[in-house]
């Protein structure tokens, strides 16, 4: 009953929300910040008909509003769209980094649209300088998740090169939650790459006593058939 009612509030609020940003659109429909809120709104939607429609208006008064154009069109299968809008939106924030060098945050949207148009190195050299000028969790934390997303890249049966993007991962961010989930698949697998990751495992437990790993872990052993490893 509890998680029902919770969704219900939420509902609630959504409607209220968009009610009043459409309020704010008939007092003065080129509302930058208007336009931009009703389209994450309907993003978290899935109605990307309605975000598209709003983004569009925003990237009139605000070139940057054209990474969010790029991140909805890469959503849809769209990959001309978001490449298109992605190079627009690149242009416009590298200007701004290349005045304020130290902005964290306009390193972590540039990083986002080198991923959409799946250029991962650049998407780390920007985030990498970013941690020269000053270490930020936010930026380890985002390079060793588009250098985890480089890696899917790769043809599952490279598994060596694949490795390669782990390591770099767990170097940046010993504490990646997601990058065990990828590496214990690995662990499955009847091939030489078994002892290369449990090699990888045994040095993740050693950094970090990861409840996600153990957990990941019990229920490999226990398809396994080993419960006292598992246990």
Known sequence: MRAASDTATQRRARELAEVHLMRVLIIDKDDYNAHRELAQLYMGQYRFDKAEKH???AAQLDQGANADLAKLYALTNQKEKADSRGQ??????????DRDPD???IRLVIAELYVILKNYTKAVEVL???IKLKRDDRINKKVAAILLTAMLEV???NFEERLKYFDRAMAVDPRNEAAFQYIVFYLRQNNPVAQLVQERIDKALATYDSPTLHLLLSEHYLREGKPDLAR
């Open 128 to 130: 990498e300088d970013g």
């Open 55 to 57: 983004l569009l208006v």
């Open 103 to 105: 902005n964290l945050d």
């Open 88 to 97: 627009v939106a690149l242009n416009y924030y590298q200007s701004i980094l």
């Open 155 to 157: 043809p599952a049966e």
